[in-house]
């Protein structure tokens, strides 16, 4: 299995709190993404990075910051948690190479009440 | 925007028959790449198949197989001899040379006994 390890695994918060979502490899590989996963959604892409300190915005971004100060970790912060960002999330990996497979975490389940 | 469409939200097969489930994309780029992922009950996202778009020919891996039509930008997944252990989200994703990798909502399969 590929090394990428997100955490925490579940995690309940107030909305209004500040939330930060890890997701850490063990790989190497240059390209980190993060996800949600909602019902009749699919996966959307919410930011990612090809670089340390290198990310850009997907189609989900509004709410939601990154930063990648090392290879191998990618943190999410919600500034300021809503209902609506109530999700799973989703880390993925990927190493150089235009085809390359992207590997994914186990997912972390948030609930903003 | 890349954007990638999956119109079946749910489908059923018999265990050993033929399933094909579809996709749309849309996007400017003349270079790209798509991928099939399944994603089973244990949340955990797998690789089944991918395509490189500057290639005619269609991808195969044992029981899957794609027909990718590059002019109607169709990306479809036929699982053949259906098992029981394709019961599975599946995702179409789609990826610029920027890595921007874009996932549609996905299609729920059941393979009935």
């Known amino acids: 299995d590929a090394g990428i390890t997100q955490s925490p695994r579940h995690k309940v918060t107030e909305t209004g709190t500040p939330v930060t979502l890890r997701c850490h490899q063990t790989?190497?590989?240059?390209?980190m993404y993060w996800y949600r996963q909602d019902p009749g959604h699919g996966l959307r892409l919410i930011h990612y990075?090809?670089?340390?300190?290198?990310?850009d915005k997907g189609e989900v971004s509004d709410g939601y910051s990154v930063s990648r100060s090392k290879t191998e970790d990618f943190l999410l912060t919600l500034e300021s948690a809503t209902s609506s960002q109530t999700s799973v999330y989703f880390c993925?990996?990927?190493?150089?190479?235009?085809?390359?497979?992207?590997?994914f975490g186990q997912g972390t389940r948030l609930t903003v009440v | 925007a890349q954007t990638v469409t999956q119109s079946q939200p749910e489908m059923s097969v018999q265990e050993a028959e033929t399933v094909t489930l579809s996709c749309t994309y849309d996007?400017?780029?003349?270079?790209?790449?798509l991928f099939w992922y399944k994603q089973p009950p244990s949340r955990q996202m797998i690789l089944v198949i991918r395509?490189?778009?500057?290639?005619?020919q269609n991808a195969t891996e044992n029981r899957f197989s794609v027909n990718f039509q590059k002019a109607a930008k169709s990306f479809s997944l036929k699982i053949s001899d259906s098992q029981l252990g394709d019961t599975a989200m599946y995702f179409c994703?789609?990826?610029?040379?920027?890595?921007?990798?874009?996932f549609g909502a996905g299609t729920r399969l059941t393979v009935k006994p």
């Open positions: 993925a990996i990927r190493d150089r190479g235009q085809n390359t497979e992207a590997f």
């Open positions: 790989e190497n590989h240059r390209y």
């Open positions: 990075s090809y670089g340390v300190k290198d990310t």
């Open positions: 996007t400017s780029e003349s270079n790209y790449y």
């Open positions: 395509q490189e778009a500057y290639k005619q």
């Open positions: 994703a789609f990826m610029t040379n920027n890595n921007d990798m874009r």
